[in-house]
């Protein structure tokens, strides 16, 4: 059974800093792009950031560039998401994601068949 379970989230005041991770079971993910989303309380899923396989490519939304770094640890199968100064509009339940093989719009969440449980990210003013 494939699994990925996010930690990291938490309640932050604006300006503040968390690193979230997502760890994969059941299936390695090396050879795979993947991402993270985020979707607010009545708002549809939004693309965060997305890498490629090797960690050479990554893609931002622009809400977020210059402020996240997505990376990827493949031995370990794991995904990690760097947020440095949070803003209250960054608050959301945070996902990361990966495709069954290949992802080929790496920012549409449809490319993506496993998502984890989600982990919240409060940011407060």
């Known amino acids: 059974q494939v699994q990925l379970v996010e930690s990291g989230g938490g309640l932050v005041q604006a300006g503040g800093s968390l690193r979230l991770s997502c760890a994969a079971s059941?299936?390695?993910?090396?050879?795979?792009?993947m991402a993270w989303f985020r979707q607010a309380p009545g708002e549809e899923r939004e693309f965060v950031a997305a890498i490629n396989w090797s960690a050479v490519v990554t893609f931002y939304a622009d809400s977020v560039k210059g402020r996240f770094t997505i990376s990827r640890d493949n031995a370990k199968n794991t995904l990690f998401l760097q947020m440095i100064n949070l803003k209250p509009e960054d608050t959301a339940v945070y996902y990361c994601?990966?495709?069954?093989?290949?992802?080929?719009?790496?920012?549409?969440?449809?490319?993506?068949?496993?998502w984890g449980q989600g982990t919240q990210v409060t940011v407060s003013s």
């Open positions: 059941g299936r390695t993910f090396s050879n795979t792009s």
């Open positions: 994601a990966a495709p069954k093989s290949t992802a080929r719009n790496i920012r549409s969440s449809n490319e993506y068949a496993y």
